[in-house]
């Protein structure tokens, strides 16, 4: 679930942190947008822009907080965390952030547009009952476990 900010005892740290991210991506000349992830009151993980200085789509605030969080936790599993942005998340990060199965997200400011991204061209490619064999296989095992 996706919150702004309400800036309480605790949270004035966070904003700090949060901002202090941020302008690092300036830098690089990068949008400026800071994350930081937080388990249990103690941040585990940092993240500014960084897709202009590594020349990759992917490198967004959220996506280096994450990263940095799961290698820390030695898990992807978030449950137990949360996640302070000065930028409202983009679909691409709001998937991850699901995918971690993120507690709470607080940010400072929503997306004042929305994003005109062209739909790239899907097509289904032969090949479908084997890839879903092995899903269904993978799960199975699993749940034998």
Same mark, same amino acid.
């Given at each position: 679930m996706?919150?702004?900010?309400i800036i309480? &005892?605790?949270?004035?740290? +966070?904003?700090?942190?949060?901002?202090? @991210?941020?302008?690092? #991506?300036?830098? #690089?000349? &990068?949008?400026?947008? /800071?994350?930081i992830i937080?388990? =249990?009151?103690?941040i $585990? /993980?940092? /993240?500014? =822009?960084?897709?202009?200085?590594?020349? *990759?789509?992917?490198?967004? %605030?959220?996506? =280096?907080? *994450?990263?940095q969080?799961c290698?820390?936790?030695? &898990?992807? +599993? *978030? =449950?137990?965390?949360?996640i302070?942005?000065?930028? @409202?998340?983009?679909?691409m990060?709001?998937?991850a *952030? %699901?995918? %971690?199965r993120i507690?709470? $997200?607080? +940010?400072?400011?929503a997306? &004042?547009? $929305?994003e005109h991204?062209k739909?790239?061209?899907? @097509?289904?490619c032969s090949?479908a009952? @084997?890839?879903? +064999?092995?899903?269904k296989?993978?799960?199975? %095992?699993?749940?034998?476990?």
């Amino acid at each position: 679930m996706c919150v702004p900010f309400i800036i309480g &005892d605790n949270m004035n740290k +966070y904003v700090e942190e949060v901002l202090k @991210e941020a302008k690092k #991506s300036l830098k #690089s000349d &990068d949008v400026p947008i /800071g994350a930081i992830i937080v388990q =249990n009151g103690k941040i $585990i /993980g940092r /993240g500014h =822009n960084t897709r202009e200085k590594q020349k *990759l789509v992917t490198r967004h %605030a959220e996506i =280096n907080a *994450l990263e940095q969080a799961c290698k820390r936790k030695k &898990d992807w +599993y *978030l =449950n137990d965390c949360e996640i302070y942005i000065t930028l @409202e998340p983009c679909p691409m990060c709001l998937n991850a *952030l %699901a995918q %971690a199965r993120i507690g709470k $997200i607080y +940010y400072l400011t929503a997306r &004042d547009k $929305i994003e005109h991204i062209k739909e790239p061209i899907k @097509e289904q490619c032969s090949g479908a009952e @084997e890839a879903q +064999y092995l899903i269904k296989e993978f799960f199975k %095992a699993k749940r034998r476990k």
